[in-house]
């Protein structure tokens, strides 16, 4: 079990955010915060261990893959392949925020993170600019997305602040960032926007109807 530190999500210490990078660096997992709920995570970095570890304490299938964090909104195109409009208005929308953006995997996505498609689609990429300065100051002194799933045992309730992150994940992990209560308090919504008309995989925070005016043509 590692240190848990305190930390403020709007105006993160600089100590707390070296240390969660050198927890990262050194290839460990860390419980954080997010704006939505609370995630474990790792550096999205290639044969990292700390990747299968996440599946391991979250009792989770390895034949499902982890969203990304990502740090700015130009990530969007850098580990994005042929981004659709659809996809750059909704960033545009909703980023810094609750949405999660399912796109075809760029070439600088390392195999393990992509979840390959069928036959004659892409693999494809879930990424997320999270509203946590905390979370993308990390992100950016480690130079690399993280990537993150909610921190809670597989088919269990997200976690929506550090006091009911369940003990077996706190002790698993070898850092615990605790900032309270998660501001939005829901997952993420997840739109499928690597497949032609884009399709919302889970509504959570943000709403079918705060997205439909977005995309413009009713598909949603």
Request: aromatic share 4%.
């Amino acid at each position: 079990m590692g240190a848990i530190l305190s930390v403020n999500q709007d105006h993160p210490a600089r100590d707390v955010v070296d240390r969660a990078c050198d927890a990262l660096v050194g290839e460990g997992v860390l419980v954080m915060p997010t704006d939505s709920v609370y995630g474990i995570g790792c550096l999205a970095s290639p044969a990292n261990p700390a990747y299968g570890r996440i599946f391991e304490i979250k009792h989770r299938d390895r034949a499902q893959t982890l969203p990304w964090l990502v740090a700015d909104e130009e990530d969007l195109m850098r580990y994005g392949r042929d981004v659709p409009a659809s996809a750059r208005r909704l960033a545009a929308a909703f980023w810094p925020g609750a949405l999660t953006l399912v796109v075809a995997a760029s070439d600088a996505v390392p195999p393990e993170y992509a979840l390959p498609g069928a036959p004659g689609e892409p693999a494809t990429i879930a990424l997320r600019m999270p509203d946590s300065n905390l979370v993308r100051e990390v992100a950016r002194g480690c130079g690399m997305p993280l990537a993150v799933t909610s921190a809670n045992t597989h088919g269990l309730a997200a976690a929506t602040s550090g006091a009911n992150v369940e003990p077996q994940i706190v002790a698993a992990a070898d850092l615990v960032l605790d900032a309270g209560p998660a501001p939005v308090g829901v997952a993420s919504t997840i739109v499928d926007c690597a497949h032609g008309t884009p399709r919302v995989l889970r509504e959570g925070a943000i709403t079918r109807a705060m997205i439909e005016p977005v995309i413009g043509d009713g598909s949603l």
